[in-house]
C-alpha cells in the first residue's frame, strides 16, 4: 500500500513556474513508477508525465514537452513535477499517481494508487 500526498499547487501568472512534490509513504517508493495527471474544470483526467521506478525513462504528454520535467529522488521517498511556462490551459488540479508495475506505461494509464490532488491556477 502506497499513501501519496502533493504539495506546491498554488496561482501564478501566465509565463511563470511551480514546482509540484508529491511525497509517498510505504519502503518500496524506489520499485514504484510515478506519474503526473491532471484534471481540468469540466474535463476528463488526463497524462501529464511518468517516470521509471529508477529515473532512467520519463514520458510526456505532447501539450507539456518541452516546459514541464518529471523527476524523483528515491531517497527522499519524492516525486517532482517543475511546470515552466505555464499556460492559462495548465490550470487543473495536479495528481500524483504511482504502480508497482516495471512497464511505466503502466502508471501512465491505470495506475494502482492516486493522492488527493492539488490545485494549479495559471491566470492570464
Known amino acids: 500500500q502506497v499513501q501519496l500526498v502533493e504539495s506546491g499547487g498554488g496561482l501564478v501568472q501566465a509565463g511563470g513556474s511551480l514546482r509540484l512534490s508529491c511525497a509517498a509513504s510505504g519502503r518500496t517508493f524506489s520499485s514504484y513508477a510515478m506519474g503526473w495527471f491532471r484534471q481540468a474544470p469540466g474535463k476528463e483526467r488526463e497524462f501529464v508525465a511518468a517516470i521509471s521506478w529508477s529515473g532512467g525513462s520519463t514520458y510526456y504528454a505532447d501539450s507539456v514537452k518541452g516546459r514541464f520535467t518529471i523527476s524523483r529522488d528515491n531517497t527522499k521517498n519524492t516525486v517532482y513535477l517543475q511546470m515552466n511556462s505555464l499556460k492559462p490551459e495548465d490550470t487543473a488540479v495536479y495528481y500524483c499517481?504511482?504502480?508497482?508495475?516495471?512497464?511505466?506505461?503502466?502508471?501512465?494509464?491505470?495506475?494502482?494508487?492516486w493522492g488527493q490532488g492539488t490545485q494549479v491556477t495559471v491566470s492570464s
Open positions: 499517481a504511482a504502480d508497482p508495475s516495471t512497464n511505466t506505461k503502466v502508471v501512465a494509464t491505470t495506475p494502482s494508487y
